[in-house]
C-alpha cells in the first residue's frame, strides 16, 4: 500500500510540474537582458536575466507560442521568446535552434493562431518600428460626438470608462496595414469594421480588452490592429496584452487620479505634467501630449510617446521626449450630453 501511495504521490508531483506550461518543450533558452515572472499576465515575482546566460527550457504557453517556461535556481519562471534564442531537442536529444530574435521578413495579417504565432517575431518588411505612440482617450468627450455608438449608449457614471483613460491605440510610428490585403485595407478605411475578420487573441486577453476598450462592441479592435497592430512584428495576443498593460499602469497613476476628481472642471497642462512626472519620474511628463476639442476645449486624449515596448517592461522604462503641441487647459467633461 506505501509503493502505491507513493506511485500516486509521484504521479501527481509529476503531473503538477508538467502542467506548468500548456506545450511542454525540452531544450535551451538563452537570454537577453530581460525579465522573467511566475505568471504572464499580472507579471509577478520578476527576476531579470542575464545576457547571454543559458536556461533550461520546459514548455511554453501554447504551441510556436511567444513565452517559454524556465528553469531559475529550479523554480518555474515565464519568459518572452522574444527576449533571447530557443533551441530545442531533437529525437536524438541533440540541441537544434528553433526560435531567433526578430528579423525583417514580411508578416502576413493572417488571423488564425498559426498565422499569428509564425508572425510572432517578425517584422514588416520595412523593419520593426523603434518609436510608438500610445493614444489614451477619455470616453466621456469621444461619446460627445459619437452618441450614437454602442459604447457610449451603455455608458454610465458608474461604468470604468466615466473616470479611466480608454485605449484608442498602441500606434508604431510612420507603418500602417501591414501586410494586409487591399480588400481589408478598404474595409477598414471606409468605416466596415464589422466586416474585417475577428482579431485572434484568447479569453482573458479580450475580456481584459473590453475593459480598457469599450469601443470593441464597435470593432475598434479589428480597426486598430489591422490598420496598425500588424507592423508591430507580434501576434494580436501579444500585441494587446503590451497596450492592456500600459493602459492599466496609466490609469494606476496620479494623472488618472487628477482627471477622475476633477470631472466637470478644468485642469492645466502644468497639472497633469506635475502628475505624471509624480508618477513616473522627473521629466518623464516630456513624452506627453495632451489633446483637446479645438472649440469646446474637453479633453480628449493623452498621447504618449514610448520606445518599442517588449513584454516585462513598464511605462516608466519606455518613455521618450515627444515633440507634440499640447492644450494649455482642459475641461473634464462628466458622462452624458
Not at 509624480?278 to 514610448?306: P, Q, T, Y
Request: with cysteine; charged share 20%.
Amino acid at each position: 500500500m506505501r509503493f502505491i501511495i507513493s506511485l500516486l504521490l509521484a504521479f501527481l508531483l509529476l503531473g503538477q510540474q508538467f502542467s506548468y506550461a500548456d506545450y511542454p518543450i525540452k531544450g535551451k533558452f538563452v537570454a537577453n537582458n530581460c525579465v522573467a515572472y511566475a505568471g504572464i499576465k499580472n507579471q509577478s515575482e520578476p527576476v531579470s536575466l542575464k545576457a547571454g546566460e543559458v536556461y533550461s527550457a520546459t514548455g511554453m504557453n501554447r504551441q510556436d507560442g511567444d513565452f517559454v517556461a524556465i528553469k531559475i535556481d529550479g523554480i518555474n519562471k515565464w519568459v518572452a521568446k522574444s527576449c533571447g534564442k530557443l533551441s530545442l531537442n531533437d529525437l536524438n536529444g541533440d540541441i537544434q535552434p528553433t526560435a531567433i530574435a526578430p528579423t525583417t521578413k514580411p508578416i502576413v495579417a493572417g488571423n488564425s493562431k498559426e498565422d499569428n504565432a509564425q508572425s510572432n517575431q517578425s517584422c514588416p518588411i520595412q523593419g520593426c518600428a523603434d518609436r510608438y505612440l500610445l493614444a489614451l482617450s477619455w470616453q466621456s468627450s469621444f461619446c460627445q460626438t459619437h452618441p450614437n455608438k454602442t459604447e457610449c449608449i451603455k455608458q454610465s457614471p458608474t461604468s470604468y470608462d466615466a473616470t479611466n483613460f480608454t485605449l484608442h491605440g498602441l500606434w508604431p510610428d510612420k507603418l500602417s496595414y501591414c501586410g494586409v490585403s487591399s480588400d481589408d485595407i478598404n474595409r477598414d478605411e471606409t468605416g466596415n469594421w464589422s466586416s474585417l475578420p475577428p482579431v485572434q487573441t484568447d479569453a482573458q486577453t479580450k475580456a481584459e480588452l473590453s475593459k480598457v476598450m469599450p469601443g470593441i462592441v464597435s470593432n475598434l479592435d479589428r480597426h486598430e490592429w489591422y490598420k496598425h497592430g500588424t507592423c508591430d512584428g507580434r501576434n494580436a495576443d501579444t500585441y494587446y496584452d503590451l497596450a492592456i498593460g500600459l493602459v492599466e499602469e496609466f490609469n494606476a497613476s496620479q494623472v488618472r487620479d487628477l482627471f477622475a476628481s476633477n470631472i466637470g472642471k478644468t485642469v492645466t497642462l502644468t497639472d497633469v505634467k506635475r502628475a505624471f512626472d509624480s508618477s513616473f519620474g522627473d521629466g518623464a511628463s516630456g513624452s506627453l501630449n495632451l489633446k483637446c476639442g479645438k472649440e469646446d476645449s474637453l479633453v480628449s486624449e493623452v498621447r504618449l510617446k514610448i520606445k518599442r515596448p517588449l513584454a516585462g517592461q513598464k511605462l516608466a522604462d519606455v518613455l521618450v521626449p515627444s515633440g507634440g503641441l499640447s492644450c494649455d487647459r482642459v475641461i473634464v467633461d462628466a458622462v452624458g450630453l
